[in-house]
C-alpha cells in the first residue's frame, strides 16, 4: 500500500497537529472554563484569549530561562505568583481600553493564572528532551487555544446575538441558550469531533489517491459490501 | 447556634448538588483528561482537595473580612487569595514531608494538583464576591470538594461506559464525554428550577 501523499501531508501539517485535533484543550481538556463559560462573544472571548497569552508567556519564558534554578516544591509558587503579577498588568491595561467587560466575566478572569495548561507545562517541562522543544509547544497550544477560543466566541455571538457584526442574521433569530455552560460544553465537543472528522477525511482521500486507480475501492464500498455487489 | 449549623448544612448540600462546581460552573475539569482512574485514587484526589477547600475557605473568610471595602479590592483579594494557597500548599508539603509517612507522602504528591486546581480559586473567590458567612463559607467549601469528587467519580464510570457504546470514530473520547458534560449540566440548569430564557 502506497502511503507516500499521506506521510508528506503528516510531515508538513505537524504544525496544523497542536493548532486542531492535537490541541490540548480538546484532547486533555485543558484551560476549559474559560471556554466553556466566558466565550458567550467574540469581545469577551477575544479578551481571554489575549488575556491567557499575556499572562502565560512571561512564565513560560521564565520557566525556558531560569526554570532549573527553582527548586521543585517552590515552582507552583514562583510562576503562579509570577502569573499573577501579569494578570494584575493586564487588568490594569483593560480597564483603560474595554472598562466594561471585568462586569461579565466576573471570577473567571482571576482564574487564568490557575489554569491546568501552564502548570502541567511547567511540571512536564524536562520530559520533551531538547531545551526548546518545550517553549515551542507550549507556544503552538497556546495558539490553538486562542483559535479555539475565537471560534467559540464568534458561534456563540451569533446564536446570542442574532447578528454578525451588527449585520442580522436569519432574520434576527436568536438562541439565548447559547449564553449558558451547557451549550460550551456541547459546541467545544462538536468543534472537537469536527476536527478530528476533518483529518480523517483528508487522510481517505489522499490515501485513495495514492492507490493505483485498479486497486482503489469503490465509494460506498462497505454498503456494496453488504448487498453482496463488491 | 441552630441557624448557623442550618445555614452550613443547606450551603454544602447547594454546593454537592445545584452549584456543582465541575457541572454547573465548568472549573476544575482539567482532571478529567485521560484514562478512567481507579474509583481510590480518584476519592484520595478527591479527599485532599475537599481538606484544600476547607481549610482555606475559613483562612480566606477572615482575610476578605480584614481587606473589607479597601481601595484596589480587585487587585489585593485575588493577590491575598493567593497568597493563603501558597502557604498553605508549603506547610502541607513540609509537614507532610517532615513526617514522612507513606500515605502522607502520597497526599503530598497530590498536594501541587489540588493547589493549582482552579476549582479552588474559583471558589474562594465566589464566596468572597457573595460575601459569605463563616459557616456559609466552610459549608460551601466541604460541599464544593464533596461535590467535586462525586462528579469526578461519575465522570469516570461515564467514561467507562462511553467507551462501550457505538460512538463515530471522531467523537470516541473527549468530544463525547464534552457532549456528556454538557447535558448533565442541563439537567442541573433545569432541576435546580433555572428556566431558558424566551
Known amino acids: 500500500m502506497k502511503l507516500d501523499r499521506c506521510k508528506a501531508y503528516t510531515r508538513r501539517t505537524g504544525w496544523l497537529r497542536n493548532l486542531t485535533w492535537k490541541n490540548p484543550v480538546v484532547t486533555s481538556a485543558l484551560s476549559l472554563p474559560f471556554l466553556v463559560v466566558s466565550t458567550y462573544s467574540l469581545n469577551s472571548a477575544a479578551f481571554i484569549a489575549a488575556s491567557m497569552v499575556l499572562v502565560s508567556l512571561p512564565v513560560l519564558l521564565l520557566r525556558r530561562l531560569i526554570g532549573r534554578r527553582i527548586p521543585a516544591p ?134 485513495r489517491r495514492d492507490q493505483p486507480k485498479e486497486e482503489r475501492r469503490p465509494l460506498l464500498w462497505r454498503r456494496r459490501m453488504k448487498r453482496g455487489e463488491w | 447556634m441552630w441557624q448557623t449549623l442550618l445555614n452550613f448544612f443547606f450551603y454544602s448540600i447547594a454546593a454537592i448538588a445545584a452549584e456543582n462546581v465541575l457541572f454547573a460552573r465548568a472549573l476544575g475539569l482539567s482532571y478529567l483528561g485521560g484514562q478512567p482512574r481507579r474509583i481510590a485514587d480518584t476519592l484520595l484526589f478527591g479527599g485532599v482537595f475537599t481538606g484544600m477547600t476547607v481549610l482555606s475557605s475559613g483562612i480566606t473568610w477572615a482575610v476578605s473580612n480584614m481587606l473589607g471595602s479597601r481601595p484596589y479590592l480587585n487587585y489585593l483579594r485575588p493577590t491575598a487569595f493567593f497568597a493563603v494557597i501558597c502557604l498553605i500548599y508549603l506547610a502541607c508539603y513540609f509537614v507532610f514531608g517532615k513526617l514522612g509517612r507513606p500515605r502522607l507522602l502520597e497526599i503530598r504528591r497530590l498536594l501541587g494538583t489540588a493547589c493549582s486546581n482552579c476549582a479552588l480559586f474559583g471558589t474562594l473567590m465566589l464566596m468572597a464576591v457573595q460575601r459569605f458567612s463563616l459557616a456559609q463559607s466552610l459549608g460551601y467549601g466541604l460541599g464544593t470538594g464533596i461535590g467535586f469528587t462525586a462528579a469526578l467519580c461519575l465522570v469516570d464510570e461515564a467514561k467507562h461506559q462511553l467507551k462501550r457504546c457505538a460512538v463515530p470514530s471522531s467523537f470516541r473520547g473527549m468530544p463525547v464525554l464534552f457532549l456528556y458534560l454538557g447535558l448533565v449540566s442541563l439537567a442541573i440548569y433545569g432541576l435546580t428550577g433555572h428556566p431558558l430564557p424566551q
Open chain 1, 74 to 207: 517552590f515552582s507552583p509558587v514562583f510562576y503562579g505568583a509570577v502569573a499573577f503579577a501579569a494578570l494584575m498588568a493586564v487588568r490594569w491595561a483593560g480597564e483603560w481600553l474595554m472598562p466594561t467587560v471585568f462586569s461579565s466575566m466576573g471570577i473567571y478572569f482571576y482564574l487564568i493564572p490557575m489554569n491546568s495548561f501552564l502548570y502541567l507545562t511547567i511540571d512536564h517541562w524536562e520530559e520533551a528532551g531538547s531545551p526548546g522543544r518545550p517553549l515551542r509547544f507550549a507556544l503552538w497550544h497556546l495558539a490553538g487555544f486562542v483559535l479555539i477560543c475565537l471560534l467559540m466566541g464568534l458561534v456563540r455571538g451569533v446564536l446570542v446575538g442574532g447578528a454578525f457584526f451588527q449585520e442580522e442574521l436569519f432574520g434576527g433569530l436568536s438562541f439565548s441558550g447559547a449564553y449558558y455552560p451547557f451549550f460550551g460544553f456541547v459546541l467545544l465537543g462538536m468543534i472537537a469531533g469536527a476536527m478530528r472528522w476533518l483529518h480523517r477525511v483528508v487522510l481517505v482521500v489522499l490515501l
